[in-house]
């Protein structure tokens, strides 16, 4: 189905061709670290998928793509990047995805009524609502503060929603690591598997890639660092993810 980009938005074919995504020129657009989020993620034949704060619909879009037939659900809070997720579905022939408008700390009841999940995924706001500078533009405000989703409140919902030994999928900054899983121990959702991401060999990690399970067991995998430059150029394994 051809959608036709509106004079304030972009249509952008990535990742070899095989995705094309209308994003608004001003305000929030996907970055690098929702393509290394769903590469992150173990999804198995049959599981449900909820995306937390899909915005343009990216990750479920991203996964289809990449051959996975799984029902997905995205729930997203800002209207116009709701409507452009629907918009993408429908120019990506993505059958399998439900897109929903609303906000997910009140729509828990009702998706709860559906079916619980399996998997979920956020790519959440990284900064506290009175840290640092706020964007003057509001859907980036939104979706780099905590100011409509904290991480607390992130890892409540998803305790809520997964079954017994659920998986959520997250990216969020390395300083705050400690208290990330300080706070999924409190839900009874235990880190299996870290990834921590370096800008360039030799940098400190700046992002670390997680998977919690609910009511887990207390192992934790640490996997190889993921480097993202090498020379100035993106590394061999980024590029896979960019080519699909």
Do not use: W
């Amino acid at each position: 189905m051809n959608e036709v980009a509106l004079p304030d938005e972009t249509l952008d074919i990535l990742f070899g061709e095989k995705i094309k995504i209308l994003q608004k020129k001003k305000g929030y657009r996907f970055s690098i670290d929702a393509i290394l989020l769903a590469n992150f993620i173990v999804l198995k034949k049959n599981e449900r998928l909820l995306d937390i704060g899909t915005g343009c619909g990216i990750i479920p879009i991203y996964m289809t793509k990449k051959g996975y037939s799984n029902e997905m659900v995205g729930i997203e809070i800002q209207k116009d990047l709701f409507q452009l997720a629907l918009r993408n579905k429908r120019l990506n022939r993505c059958d399998n995805i439900q897109f929903i408008h609303g906000d997910i700390k009140t729509s828990v009841h009702n998706l709860k009524r559906q079916s619980q999940y399996h998997v979920i995924v956020s790519n959440p706001p990284y900064t506290k609502k009175d840290a640092g500078r706020i964007s003057p533009i509001q859907s980036r405000s939104i979706a780099r503060y905590e100011a409509l989703l904290t991480i607390d409140e992130l890892l409540n919902v998803s305790a809520s929603l997964l079954n017994k030994k659920g998986r959520l999928y997250t990216i969020y900054p390395s300083r705050r690591l400690g208290e990330v899983i300080h706070l999924a121990k409190t839900k009874k959702m235990e880190p299996k598997r870290l990834r921590f991401i370096y800008p360039k060999k030799g940098d400190e990690a700046n992002l670390f890639l997680a998977e919690f399970m609910k009511e887990g067991g207390g192992e934790v995998n640490i996997e190889k660092p993921l480097v993202m430059h090498e020379k100035n150029f993106t590394t061999e394994e980024i590029n896979t993810y960019l080519l699909l």
